[in-house]
């Protein structure tokens, strides 16, 4: 497999962006992206989003947005994997240049939420829609279930979980694209309406509009552009039982585990080799999970690694510094690719108020549902 | 929920019928075509137990548009008797007052109904016993 380098970002700014539409958004972050990276054309690309036809009506999401970013007749395909899409695009991305098929390649992601659909229905159907969404469970839903599994397992407390929330939204106050650029306290995430028991609205993340876009390179072209050169050390990827009920454990994400063992496999780095990590917060509960599933912390004391600080951006291994999705926002499909980069400009030491010290490596976990399904991303700063 | 779907999962959601592997013994809800564990593809039917205990469970409070005159209701994951668990709606309680370990049985009741004028879907909820 030949080396793969991160040579270009674009983003939009998340949140209800009304004034743009779905192929808008995406283009945006796309043009962004190329300029960035200052290439003159494309190999392929990857297009990640969760639910376009459920969303606005349209399918076809790889043909219509080479068309519209003037790239047509590219070889670009959408990649599905509900709210990881743009994850796994970047990971075909990665495979696409890793296998010596192409040299240039773009992954994104975009998600349009706010153009009127029923949106709770459209994220149900990650879910099981035959023994979980047919009974009338939501995403909310399937955390809190999850969420209080874990505090009558674990004794994780209802203020651990808003602990994430203060923390995600301290560090998205000073994140420009973010949706909701603001602190909250304590009382404020505890006491706010409750959603689906105990998780209340300030637990949830967002519904945003958004789009994001990597261009990826050989390191022959890499090399040629005199930048930081930031590479993809590590990329795992893996699946578990669709309906949470299924798991052996409902605490347990499985699928992430085992996607961040493949990539630390890959990379040749451990759990305490990671500077920063942007993590799939959609709901307070996940990003506890997450920090045991990475290995971070030992299984079941994610809650009090998080009250102890040690995820701040002071901490030992500061979370989300871009605000994760809790803040920043959640364009389901083009989350993935905006985790990438945030770890991107803090390795490039382009982060600005929320930039952490001597970043060297940092990691990407994106996942699907309520977690079957999880890729997971090293990148180091050569 | 297109009503073709919805008939072919009855035997599933009107008797309980779930598969038993015929390699190693699991049974699957609904019947699977390919075991996970041992990858036997012979399965007997059985009839799932009604009586089982909350292992997790939540209050929804904001619902999809189908379920939304039911706010708030609760749903749990229930593990039957049996081992086998399943994701259903708790009913006739005060959601407030469950807790995990609950005792509950099965029952058969409407679910939901597919559109404004369109046919009612029926299946099963828990109640606590
Ligand atoms: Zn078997």
Redesign the pocket.
């Known amino acids: 497999m030949r080396d793969v380098y991160v040579i270009g970002c674009g983003m939009t700014k998340f949140g209800e962006i009304w004034e743009s539409s779905f192929r808008d958004l995406f283009v945006e972050a796309g043009l962004k992206a190329i300029k960035d990276a200052g290439v003159d054309h494309l190999d392929s690309m990857y297009v990640g989003t969760m639910t376009s036809g459920l969303f606005i009506g349209q399918e076809h999401v790889g043909a219509l947005m080479a068309d519209y970013l003037g790239m047509a007749p590219i070889p670009a395909v959408r990649v599905e994997s509900a709210c990881c899409s743009s994850g796994m695009a970047l990971r075909m991305g990665f495979l696409d240049i890793a296998s010596g098929n192409s040299d240039v390649v773009l992954a994104g992601g975009v998600e349009k939420m706010n153009d009127g659909a029923d949106v709770t229905y459209a994220l149900s159907t990650a879910a099981d829609q035959e023994y979980e969404v047919y009974q009338g469970i939501t995403f909310p839903g399937l955390y809190a279930l999850i969420a209080r599994a874990h505090m009558n397992k674990y004794g994780t407390t209802r203020k651990q979980l808003a602990q994430v929330a203060v923390k995600n939204h301290h560090n998205g106050s000073m994140n420009p694209n973010a949706q909701f650029p603001r602190e909250v306290t304590l009382e404020q995430v505890m006491n706010a309406t409750l959603v689906a028991d105990p998780l209340t609205i300030l637990d949830s993340s967002p519904v945003s509009d958004g789009g994001a876009c990597v261009i990826l390179a050989s390191e022959e072209i890499a090399k040629k552009l005199q930048k930081p050169m930031i590479k993809i050390i590590g990329s795992g990827a893996a699946t578990d039982f669709l309906a949470l009920h299924q798991r052996e454990d409902i605490t347990a994400l499985k699928a992430v585990k085992v996607s961040a063992e493949r990539a630390y496999k890959m990379a040749g780095v451990k759990p305490s080799d990671i500077d920063i990590a942007e993590v799939h917060d959609c709901f307070t509960i996940a990003e506890i999970c997450i920090l045991e599933e990475l290995g971070f912390c030992e299984k079941g004391q994610g809650g009090k690694f998080t009250e102890q600080g040690h995820t701040s951006l002071e901490g030992k291994i500061p979370v989300n510094t871009s605000g994760g999705l809790k803040s920043k926002g959640h364009p389901v499909g083009a989350t993935g690719v905006a985790q990438v980069i945030e770890v991107v400009e803090q390795l490039s030491g382009k982060a600005g108020q929320r930039q952490v010290k001597n970043v060297k490596i940092g990691l990407a976990q994106n996942m699907g549902g309520s977690g079957a399904s999880s890729v997971t991303h090293i990148f180091s700063l050569m | 929920m297109p009503s073709p779907r919805y008939r072919r999962e009855m035997p599933q959601r009107y008797r309980l019928e779930a598969g038993k592997?015929k390699?190693?013994?699991?049974i699957f809800f609904p019947p699977r075509l390919i075991?996970n564990?041992?990858?036997?593809q012979n399965f007997e039917k059985v009839t799932l137990p009604e009586n089982g205990k909350i292992i997790t469970f939540t209050i929804i409070r904001v619902a999809p548009q189908q379920f939304e005159a039911e706010v708030p209701y609760a749903i749990a994951i229930v593990e039957l008797e049996n081992g086998v668990r399943i994701t259903t709606q708790v009913v006739d309680c005060d959601p407030e007052k469950l807790e995990i370990g609950n005792s509950v049985k099965l029952v058969f009741r409407k679910v939901q109904a597919e559109g404004k004028t369109g046919i009612i879907l029926y299946g099963y909820k828990a109640v606590l016993v």
């Open positions: 592997c390699g190693c013994g699991k075991c564990k041992c990858s036997s």
